[in-house]
């Protein structure tokens, strides 16, 4: 069965330091997808990346990084020189397959907290 | 473009009422899913809707339903309410393996 695990509940640190959010995940499938969403106060999640499981490759978005190692069943988010703004409950979340039906397996969620 | 929309934001029941919940999707995609958020089980699946069908359902009891229609807007229902379905009830249009998300109806069930 399919699994995601946060295992950081909540993290507190001050603006502009270097944070990781971590995520596992199990699945028997070879071909299968990871997400981040961000879901701020509002309650709205707002997509953050995808990242399928041929693309080993990691990712820089500005602030944001994301490294992805099929060997450690892992896909981590770093968020560099935080922000106040960058406060908010982050999942990782994992789907199965591709063009077919689509279910989204989410982690429990960190909450980040970044302080002035 | 706008993003997905789901009505109403707010909504309180009393136990054994029923609820209709609405969402429409991002012009141009076509599936949507459902999803409940709530403190204790987090986010979980409820099912997801294309061209009218349903492909995947979650494991919820059948109090649980939902339709689309030919527009691609889709509809779920919770009837004979119950405490422990309060919760926040998120819809999502997908388009290329990606699912958007709506700002979610918040339900609480007295």
């Known amino acids: 069965a399919q699994k995601v695990t946060q295992a950081q509940t909540e993290i507190s640190v001050v603006e502009k330091e270097d944070v990781t959010l971590d995520c596992v995940y199990e699945?028997?499938?070879?071909?299968?997808?990871l997400f981040w969403y961000k879901q701020p106060p509002s309650g709205e999640l707002v997509f953050l990346i995808r990242?399928?499981?041929?693309?080993?490759q990691n990712e820089i978005s500005g602030r944001y990084s994301w490294n992805f190692q099929k060997s450690t069943s892992s896909f981590n988010f770093t968020i560099t020189a935080s922000q106040v703004v960058d406060s908010a409950v982050y999942f990782c979340?994992?789907?199965?397959?591709?063009?077919?039906?689509?279910?989204?397996?989410f982690g429990q969620g960190t909450r980040l907290t970044i302080n002035p | 473009k706008a993003g997905v929309t789901q009505t109403p934001r707010y909504l309180i029941k009393t136990r054994g009422q029923q609820v209709t919940l609405s969402c429409s999707p991002i012009?141009?995609?076509?599936?949507v899913s459902w999803y409940q958020q709530t403190p204790g089980q987090g986010l979980q699946f409820l099912f997801e809707?294309?061209?009218?069908?349903?492909?995947n359902k979650g494991n919820f009891p059948g109090r649980f339903s939902g339709r689309q229609f030919s527009n691609s807007r889709s509809e779920m229902n919770v009837s004979t309410l119950e405490l422990g379905d309060s919760a926040l009830y998120l819809c999502?249009?997908?388009?290329?393996?990606?699912?958007?998300f709506g700002p979610g109806t918040r339900l609480t069930v007295l």
């Open positions: 999502a249009s997908r388009k290329a393996d990606t699912q958007y």
């Open positions: 699945t028997r499938d070879t071909t299968y997808y």
């Open positions: 990242r399928n499981s041929f693309d080993e």
């Open positions: 979340a994992l789907s199965e397959g591709g063009q077919g039906a689509q279910k989204l397996v």
């Open positions: 012009s141009g995609h076509r599936s």
């Open positions: 809707y294309f061209s009218e069908t349903q492909r």
